[in-house]
T-cell receptor
Framework: DAGVTQSPTHLIKTRGQQVTLRCSPK?????VSWYQQALGQGPQFIFQ???????QRGNFPDRFSGHQFPNYSSELNVNALWLGDSALYLC??????????FGPGTRLTVT | GDSVTQMEGPVTLSEEAFLTINCTYT??????LFWYVQYPGEGLQLLLK?????DKGSNKGFEATYRKETTSFHLEKGSVQVSDSAVYFC????????????FGQGTELSVKP
């Protein structure tokens, strides 16, 4: 059984560009959450998707948006990238509100 | 708002030493509490959890007890190994805030042979 997978592994973008990160949840999980982890910090909650709707959102600007597909996979989109958006982006899946399983993350560098 | 505070690292220990990483929290109601571990270059792995007061979570020799009276969830291990070197995160999930996890800043552990 594959765990949570994320793509790409690494990404380099320029300020002002847009980026899309992808996540496939663990089999049987219908809920996907996204977190941003800056270097040396704990992960910060961005938002959570369930039944293709954003169910909960953290303190992130509207530049951060997401989507969940009928197969429960999810995308995170970030528009108008800032240098401060450089971070490890983690996806976590869960069966409902239960225990979250994390993927390996996507390392985004904004130059 | 809800928050988690961990002892600052890095923590450096010799193999077979006793480990304690302190974690305290602020939350309304009765949150669920977690310890996650992050090895270099990897995502987070759930180490253990406790969902109510006085519960003890345990896994791979690590233990933590949910102490409501002191709002704490300290991580302990009796004898650390070099392979335990990683960053450890304490986290909570509030009962009234859905699935959102709130993390501490992490504590880096380095175990020397």
């Amino acid at each position: 059984d594959a765990g949570v997978t994320q793509s790409p592994t690494h990404l380099i973008k320029t300020r002002g560009q847009q980026v899309t990160l992808r996540c496939s949840p663990k089999s049987g999980h219908d809920t996907v959450s996204w977190y941003q982890q800056a270097l040396g910090q704990g992960p910060q909650f961005i938002f959570q998707y369930y039944e293709e709707e954003e169910r909960q959102r953290g303190n992130f600007p509207d530049r951060f948006s997401g989507h969940q597909f009928p197969n429960y996979s999810s995308e995170l989109n970030v528009n108008a990238l800032w240098l401060g958006d450089s971070a490890l982006y983690l996806c976590a899946s869960s069966p409902g509100q239960d225990e979250q399983y994390f993927g390996p993350g996507t390392r985004l560098t904004v130059t | 708002g809800d928050s988690v505070t961990q002892m600052e690292g890095p923590v450096t220990l010799s193999e077979e030493a006793f480990l304690t990483i302190n974690c305290t929290y602020t939350a309304t109601g009765y949150p669920s509490l977690f310890w996650y571990v992050q090895y270099p270059g990897e995502g987070l792995q759930l180490l253990l959890k406790a969902t109510k007061a006085d519960d003890k979570g345990s896994n791979k020799g690590f233990e933590a007890t949910y102490r409501k009276e002191t709002t704490s969830f300290h991580l302990e291990k009796g004898s650390v190994q070099v392979s335990d070197s990683a960053v450890y995160f304490c986290a909570l999930r509030s009962y009234n805030q859905g699935g959102k996890l709130i993390f501490g800043q992490g504590t880096e552990l380095s175990v020397k042979p």
